[in-house]
């Protein structure tokens, strides 16, 4: 057994324990819009992750939350090609590479929920699909592309023939020091929606207690969605500034009004840790990482505290294709404590 882990490691075979329990509160005070306060387990999730013999490794987690139980990360990589540019093979139930937020693990991204424009395009269309996707990079930039199926979660019994997507990410960091860091990124994907021809987009507003108050409703006879989006971030100390902007085409077969539509989001945030320390970057993945606070609330310090703001819009309107989804503003702040 590992420190901090549990964990079994024999014949080179290995098995530790992971899981996260991540819970929500929300108070909202009306204007115009009826919100119920609430509470509720954001996340709940379990699992294993390890690795068979020398070259591969494994992941399998589950979510628990919302009354019901669905496949995260379940998957199986190679990691053998480590000598051209750390290549590694995954096959499973993974995310499809975009965006920077996405990337970014729910445990160190900096607000509680993504943006408005991640749920919408990203969330609403499913993070993860079962396919197969090779990715590289070193310390200054990274490479991801793969081609996918259906959700893990559905029925394939009943959707008919699946979707399949294709798509790729790549990112570049000219400078990645600790503590000063330049990430651009940019990524595409396209989809044949064949499994039932019907989407909705319909994200919170940057509250997953807080309902929806722009929606597009069903957009019927869908043929295929072409995303794509581009990625910037900075760090120079404890200070960081983020922002992405996405786009979303929807190709539909029907006639003259309800044609193709476009839809598109944006969001800019910064933030500051009071106590001095810094994002991490892995520019091998372009991605950030954990926060480790300079001294520990257990060792008698103050743990990490930082502040955030960020600004995100998003317009799910497109009178050529008669959608009236509606525009969103959305002004977030925060205050995040890591005790340890």
Known sequence: MSKG????????????????????????????????????????????????????????????????????????????????????????????????????????????????????????????????????????????????????????????????LIGARGTFAPVNEKGRVIHLGVWGNYMDNRDNGDIALNPRPESHIAPSFVDTGTITNTDSITRWGGELAGVYGPASLQGEYVALHVDRHVGPGFGDADFNGWYVEASYFLTGETRTYKGGSGKFDRVKPLKNLSDGGPGTWQVAARYSEIDLNDASASIAGGQEENITIGLNWLPN
């Open 5 to 164: 882990s549990l964990s079994i490691t024999c014949d080179g075979f290995s098995a530790k324990m992971i899981g996260r329990i991540m819970v929500d509160a929300a108070f909202f005070d009306e204007d115009k819009s009826d919100m119920g306060d609430g509470a509720e387990f954001r996340r709940a999730r379990l699992g294993l992750t390890g690795r068979l013999f020398t070259d591969w490794q494994y992941k399998a987690e589950w979510d628990f939350a919302g009354n019901a139980v669905s496949a995260k990360d379940v998957w199986l990589a190679y990691n053998g090609f480590k000598s051209s540019h750390n290549t590694r093979i995954t096959i499973g139930h993974q995310k499809v590479p975009m965006m920077l937020e996405n990337m970014t693990s729910s445990r160190h991204i900096t607000f509680m929920e993504r943006s408005t424009a991640q749920d919408a395009f990203v969330g609403d269309l499913g993070d993860r699909q079962i396919g197969i996707t090779a990715t590289a990079g070193g310390h200054h930039w990274s490479l991801a592309g793969g081609v996918f199926g259906a959700d893990m979660n559905d029925d394939a019994l009943n959707e008919g023939d699946e979707d399949w």
